[in-house]
Antibody, heavy 122, light 111 residues
């Protein structure tokens, strides 16, 4: 059974950094690109970014709203995807989800974690 | 990038059918058959219910169907049930970004 479990969320002050983890199981992690999404309270989904599988270069792409502040990485030996979030702002407050794509570029995601809440506030 | 356009809310009575629209441009919805739909109950993760405009993942009820005409994709839910009350998001491949576009979401209320 495919499972994705996010962790690392919490209350953080503006300007500080936080790293979220997405621990995967039930599939060959290294074969898949992985994505991060977020959802601000009462708002829609926003695709934060994704990281390609190492077979496809292991490179990452980001939404304009987080580019330069967030970094997505992966450790295939541990089946974990990360998002390092720096210079956090109040508008980064959201539930963060990781997701495994059925079709990455086409935006088709068939497995999702339950999310971890990040609250940026002083 | 601009989001796809969805109505903020729709409603229907049990047993009825409803349709949710998702409007884009020639760079996304209108140009490619890569539209997906997700269902999200409050406090839960999104669930893929339609991909590639009209395909259903295994296990998704055939009460959910998708279609597209021009720049607008549509999700139809037939035989509405109470458990269908949720938020629904569309997404589409786009040539204007490395990331697919998402709609703002539609809240479905089952009366």
């Amino acid at each position: 059974e495919v499972q994705l479990v996010e962790s690392g969320g919490g209350l953080i002050q503006p300007g500080r950094s936080l790293r979220l983890s997405c621990t995967a199981s039930g599939f060959t992690f290294g074969d898949y690109g992985m994505s991060w999404f977020r959802q601000a309270p009462g708002k829609g989904l926003e695709w934060v970014g994704f990281i390609r599988s190492n077979i496809h270069g292991g490179t990452a792409e980001y939404a304009a709203s987080v580019k330069g502040r967030f970094t997505i990485s992966r450790d295939d030996s541990k089946s974990i995807a990360y998002v390092q979030m720096n210079s956090l702002k109040s508008e980064d407050t959201a539930v963060y989800f990781c997701s495994r794509p059925l079709k990455l570029v086409q935006g088709v995601f068939d497995y999702w974690g339950q999310g971890t809440l990040v609250t940026v506030s002083s | 990038q601009s989001a796809l356009t969805q109505p903020a809310s729709v409603s229907g009575s049990p047993g009825q059918s409803i349709t949710i629209s998702c409007t884009g441009t020639t760079s996304d919805v209108g140009g490619y058959d890569y539209v997906s739909w997700y269902q999200q109950h409050p406090g839960k993760a999104p669930k893929l219910i339609i991909f590639d405009v009209s395909d259903r993942p295994s296990g998704v009820s055939n009460r959910f169907s998708g279609s597209k005409s021009g720049y607008t994709a549509s999700l139809t839910i037939s035989g509405l049930q109470a458990e269908d009350e949720a938020d629904y998001f569309c997404s589409s491949y786009t040539t204007t970004s490395n990331l697919a576009l998402f709609g703002g979401g539609t809240r479905l209320t089952v009366l």
